[in-house]
């Protein structure tokens, strides 16, 4: 597969939540998440030739976190630390140099953007790292948050929306305008 973008050094490419449960077969499995792993393949191999920083962001969750349904959360238990579950999709080109940013690690909160409580745009700030291409799962979930938090932290921003999937297809609509408003690119 040939990629989407042209990446340049002040590029990160972050790829959110490409984890085993949000996959087929997985604990909060997302329609077509499993698919989108080649092209997203081909999006790392891009940019790690272009010398950009990638990103892979995931859901960290300890055992009994506040999201899970049995402590009144609106889902069901998912990506539980170093389970199988919690592991990114087998398939997926992560290297050792890939940035791993673990979020939703503490009981009491839930965290939906790669941004939230990582540090994560003051380290790609530090870096000198300008605009931020997002992919992943789910579109209507933590892609959404993290594509307004990319906006918020004041970065170009840039979705892949054929490399990402969400859990309601309903809700895509409304999410792009969303995204469009809040100034981030979308690429249909
Ligand atoms: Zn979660």
């Known amino acids: 597969m040939t990629a ?24 909060l499995a997302v329609e077509g998440g499993g698919g989108l792993v080649p092209g997203i393949n081909a999006e790392i191999d891009a940019a790690r030739q272009a010398g950009a920083l990638i990103i892979a962001s995931r859901d960290w969750h300890p055992i009994d976190h506040i999201s899970f349904e049995h402590r009144g959360g609106p889902w ?3 990506c539980v630390q170093d389970t199988e579950g919690a592991a990114f999709h087998p398939d997926l080109a992560l290297d050792d140099t890939t940035i ?6 503490a009981f009491d909160a839930d965290a939906y953007s790669a941004f939230d ?5 003051g380290y790609l700030k530090e870096k000198g790292i300008e605009r931020v ?3 992943g799962l789910a579109l209507d979930v933590c892609v959404r948050a993290t594509v307004l ?3 918020d932290a004041g970065f170009a921003t840039l979705l892949l929306g054929q490399l990402s999937a969400a859990v309601e297809p309903d809700a895509v609509p409304d999410c792009r305008r969303e995204f469009e ?8």
């Open 4 to 27: 989407q973008v042209d990446y340049g050094p002040r590029d990160a490419l972050l790829v959110v939540d490409m984890q085993n449960d949000f996959c087929e077969g997985g604990a």
């Open 76 to 78: 069901p238990v998912h």
């Open 149 to 151: 938090a990319a906006r």
């Open 117 to 121: 409580g990582t540090g994560l745009a």
């Open 100 to 105: 791993r940013v673990s979020k939703a690690t």
């Open 181 to 188: 408003d809040a100034g981030a690119e979308v690429r249909a």
């Open 133 to 135: 291409v997002i992919c």
